[in-house]
């Protein structure tokens, strides 16, 4: 983070394998303790690991930089990326609490190939990912 602070790019840890828990990378992230570290928060990853959306932006919100919405289903240790809004991830709420913190930083839709199937290929389950996600920012 420090070699980087100059060069005016910023170096953000992803809430993804074995950094999934927002209570590590916030911790980790407090550990480097440099304006410069920042998080990217994959909603899904903190979503498998049990934290709940309150818990995950406690320990990492005021390091968020990007935000990565993806909608799982959990079961038997296996997460497959479902369309948006019709998994177990509560899209809802966590566009509450970054309304909320008055968060305004990037948000970007994730789609894995592993389970294009599910949406009828990558391009619609992006097209429908951006439709919800935009939905559920402009309700009030």
Request: negative net charge.
């Amino acid at each position: 983070a420090k070699a980087a602070q100059n060069t005016g790019v910023r170096l953000a840890l992803e809430t993804h394998d074995d950094f999934n828990s927002a209570a590590r990378v916030g911790g980790v992230i407090r550990a480097i303790d440099h304006p410069n570290a920042a998080v990217v928060w994959d909603t899904g990853h903190t979503h498998a690991v049990g934290e709940s959306i309150p818990a995950a932006w406690e320990a990492i919100g005021p390091f968020v930089a990007h935000v990565h919405v993806k909608d799982i289903i959990r079961a038997n240790g296996v997460t497959p990326t479902v369309p948006a809004g019709t998994g177990d991830v509560p899209l809802r709420g966590i566009v509450d609490v970054l309304r909320e913190a008055g968060y305004e930083g990037c948000f970007s839709t994730e789609w894995e190939p592993a389970d294009e199937a599910a949406a009828g290929g990558r391009e619609a389950a992006i097209a429908q990912y951006t439709e919800h996600l935009r939905g559920l920012l402009v309700a009030t």
